[in-house]
Antibody
């Protein structure tokens, strides 16, 4: 059974940093591209960042470019999102999601972790 | 950026009735298109990909159609567990983009 478990969310002041983790199990992590999607309270879904299966290629939304960095450790079956210079508008539930092989839709999602940026 | 526009924002339907949800892309995405269902407090669940292929375990009452810029999700006979928010997504171009959602509520 595919499982994705996000951790690392919490309350942070504007300008602060957080590192989210997503522990994967139930599939061969190193063969799947992975993605972070976020959802602000009461709002819709927003793509944040994606990374290739090897970690050699990554892309980020313009809204987070230069502030967020997606990475992965295939030896530990874990996906990361380093978030710096956080803003109030980054407040959201952050989901990690497994990308279908060769395509950028999402077969499996974690339960999400809440990031709140507030003073 | 490809803008995805869903309509209506809210759809009121009685159990057992048919529901038709629409999504329009600002430019062609071919069939690189997916639908998701999200219930309160839960993560999204993949329903349809490739515009018309049901994901594993999705009941046959869910069907998707369309290509290019116009897409439709049809729920043939709404069950109680189908009342939720539905999102469309294009994966033809970067950035990946989602529609704003359609809430299907009980009439």
């Amino acid at each position: 059974e595919v499982q994705l478990l996000e951790t690392g969310g919490g309350l942070v002041q504007p300008g602060g940093s957080l590192r989210l983790s997503c522990a994967a199990s139930g599939f061969t992590f190193s063969t799947y591209a992975m993605t972070w999607v976020r959802q602000a309270p009461g709002k819709g879904l927003e793509w944040v960042s994606s990374i290739s299966s090897s970690g050699g290629g990554a892309t980020h939304a313009e809204s987070v470019k230069g502030r967020f960095t997606i990475s992965r450790d295939n030896s530990k079956n874990t996906l990361f999102l380093q978030m710096n210079s956080l803003r109030a508008e980054d407040t959201a539930v952050y989901y990690c999601a497994q990308s279908a092989t060769g395509w950028w839709f999402f077969d499996y999602w974690g339960q999400g972790t809440l990031v709140t940026v507030s003073s | 950026e490809i803008v995805m526009t869903q309509s209506p924002a809210t759809l009121s339907v009685s159990p057992g009735e048919r529901a038709t949800l629409s999504c329009r892309a600002s430019q062609s995405v071919s069939s690189n298109f997916a639908w998701y269902q999200q219930k309160p407090g839960q993560a999204p669940r993949l329903l349809i990909y490739g515009a018309s292929t049901r994901a594993a375990g999705i009941p046959a009452r869910f069907s998707g159609s369309g290509s290019g810029t116009e897409f439709t999700l049809t729920i043939s006979s709404l069950q109680s567990e189908d009342f939720a928010v539905y999102y469309c997504q294009q994966y033809s171009n970067w950035p990946l983009t989602f529609g704003g959602g359609t809430k299907v509520e009980i009439k």
